[in-house]
């Protein structure tokens, strides 16, 4: 029998009409939907085209301005910022011998030891004590035994850590006869010992009261130079290939150009990540020396340098210049004639005492032409110890005449000078080669001949006048000397650094007073400034009636520096490389940043 028969075959036909009928009317209704729903709007899409496209020009134009006036806004409130990296090259009058603390004197080496070198404490922006290496310090009742505690973590810049080990080598070493360091004076009969490795402990054999201060020179590794014999330290590589600091900069190298006078030599250092008070902004800081002046200037006019140390007054050329910044922070010190009292005709007081009433201060210093702070004595008044009534007289030319007079220095009619026994009154006054110290010796040169005294001026650059100074090869000498906050003036005036023998010799006048040298012995040795005024005041006495030197003026230093720069916050300097009391805050680049 048939699966399916007739009637199942038209019923599944019927059932295949009406669905494909459902099929074709689902169809036509999408058709429908298509047509009204989607073709007939993309007409009507494109009919209003020019609408549409206008509104998204109009959003267009209004997106355009927010980001233009977001832009605007912006550089509104961002304002350059300093910030870190960047090479910074600094012009220094001299020559670069030695980077040792030990050792490091001149202009150049004191730059670049302080650099590179770290001491225990430092002179802060207003030439005050603060800590560096240090964390503390405390003193005992009786004023002779200073503890030190080193700050945590301290490194080398090779990587080694620094201790009281390292605090206790350099000490020693300073107090070695052998090792010839100009630091071994202050540092005779002190006993040095390291407590543990974080703390090390002074003891003095009397009251030094100005000891502190001694603790600002560098400190110097002892795995690099414990096994340098002292008498050969002077010429170890350490001090001018190799130094190894704690300091803010790392050394890089020293580069050499020219020969003779226009020999200039480039030190470069790098910062130091691990330094104790932040690694510095500026990333490679250089030092370039220069015979003079003149060579210094042309540096700076070319832009190869970016500021200049060692300059007087600012050149004539930058005066208009915006770019060119002058800084003029206050320096603790004295610029004096220092006549040598130990030989003929200055070692005669009454030479001398006329040489200084001779000498009106006021019209000498006005051939200088910014203001200079003159001084009349050899403490800053804001010294402990200071008096204004014990102050060097000065013009007073008719009684310089009768001094010279009375001393036998009769005036020539014929040369119009003073001599006696036929010998003339004249000597060789030394100085540096600058427009200040010239027109002040000038001045000095002047005044001096109208009482019938010749002062033959020679004028020296930086290098020749270090060595006729270390060599006391004059017979008198205009010069600068640091004092700093305290008024012990021990090296400049006790007899003792008049001795030949002397490390230093910074007595420049030679000068030798038994009553002098107590007072000052006692000055320094007396804990509360009342009785330390009293012992000053001693020394004050002495000096004015001996008169071993013409006391002139407070120098200034001057540092003179291209924008950008940033940082610069220093108000006073014991030294010129005070300067450097922040220089890790220094910084010459700038980056644009919301205020």
């Known amino acids: 029998m048939p699966i399916f028969d007739r009637s199942s075959r038209l019923r599944l036909r019927r059932v295949f009409r009406r669905r494909r009928r459902q099929v074709e ?81 001149g202009s ?37 035994t200073y503890t030190v505690k080193l700050k945590p973590n301290l490194t080398w810049h090779d990587g080694q850590p620094l201790t009281a080990d390292d605090v206790a080598f350099t000490y020693t070493l300073i107090q070695n006869p052998d090792a010839k360091s100009y630091l071994q004076t202050n540092w005779r009969d002190i006993k040095v010992e390291k407590l543990d490795d974080m703390t090390v402990r002074f003891v003095l054999p009397n009251k030094f009261t100005a000891f502190p201060h001694s603790l600002t020179n560098g400190i110097v590794p002892k795995h690099k130079l414990e096994g340098v014999a002292a008498d050969q330290l002077r010429s170890s590589r350490f001090n001018t290939v190799e130094p190894i600091g704690a300091g803010p900069f790392r050394f890089d190298e020293v ?35 220069f015979k003079t002046e003149e ?80 001084i009349a004595g050899p403490l800053l008044s804001s010294h402990v110890g200071y008096s204004k009534t014990l102050v060097q007289a000065s013009s007073n030319k008719k009684k310089a005449e009768d001094i010279l007079d009375k001393a036998g ?94 490390l230093t010799r910074l007595n420049f006048s030679e000068y030798q007073s038994a009553a002098a040298s107590e007072a000052l012995e006692a000055g320094r040795t007396r804990a509360t400034n009342k009785v330390r005024s009293v012992k000053y005041r001693a020394f004050l006495k002495e000096w004015q009636k001996d008169v071993p030197a013409l006391a002139l003026y407070q120098p200034r230093f001057l540092y003179i520096v291209r924008s950008p720069f940033y940082g610069f916050e220093v108000n006073s300097v014991v030294s010129a490389a005070d300067r450097y009391a922040k220089v890790e805050n220094w910084a010459v680049r700038t980056e644009n940043r919301y205020q």
């Open 25 to 105: 009317d689902i169809s036509e209704v999408a058709d429908a939907h298509l047509d009204k729903h989607l073709f007939r709007r993309l007409i009507r899409l494109i009919e209003v085209r020019r609408f549409i496209f206008s509104w998204l020009g109009l959003v267009l134009l209004l997106v355009i301005g927010v980001i233009i006036q977001i832009r605007a806004l912006d550089a509104h409130y961002k304002t350059p910022q300093p910030t870190s990296g960047g090479n910074y090259v600094e012009g220094v009058i001299g020559s670069f011998t030695n980077a040792n603390p030990l050792y490091a004197t």
């Open 108 to 144: 150049v080496d004191s730059a670049v030891s302080r650099l590179v070198f770290a001491g225990l404490l430092k002179y802060d922006e207003n030439s005050q004590l603060v800590p560096d290496l240090a964390e503390s310090w405390s003193v005992d009742a009786k004023a002779t």
């Open 255 to 289: 580069q050499v150009e020219g020969e003779s006078e226009k020999r200039e030599e480039r030190v470069g250092v790098t910062a130091f990540e691990g330094y104790n008070a932040g690694q510095p902004k500026i990333a490679q800081f250089v030092i370039k020396t």
């Open 295 to 374: 060579q210094m200037i042309k540096e700076y006019e070319n832009q190869q340098i970016n500021a200049m140390v060692g300059l007087a007054a600012l050149p004539d050329q930058f005066s208009t210049d915006i770019a060119t910044k002058e800084y003029d922070p206050k320096l603790l010190g004295e610029v004096m004639v220092f006549f040598k009292t130990s030989e003929a005709p200055l070692g005669d007081v009454s030479v001398r005492r006329a040489l200084v009433l001779a000498v009106n201060k006021q019209k000498v210093l006005s051939r200088v032409p910014y203001p200079l702070l003159p």
């Open 409 to 502: 220095w009769k005036v020539s009619k014929k040369t119009g000078l003073r001599t006696k026994n036929g010998k003339p009154l004249q000597f060789t006054l030394i100085s540096r080669t600058n427009s200040e110290y010239s027109a002040v010796i000038q001045g000095l040169q002047k005044q001096w001949q109208e009482i019938g005294v010749d002062a033959q001026v020679v004028l020296q650059q930086e290098q020749e006048l270090q060595s006729s100074v270390a060599q006391h090869s004059y017979d008198a000498l205009l010069y600068a000397i640091s004092i700093g906050p305290d008024p012990d003036v021990f090296a400049y005036w006790h007899s003792s650094q008049a001795d030949p023998r002397s």
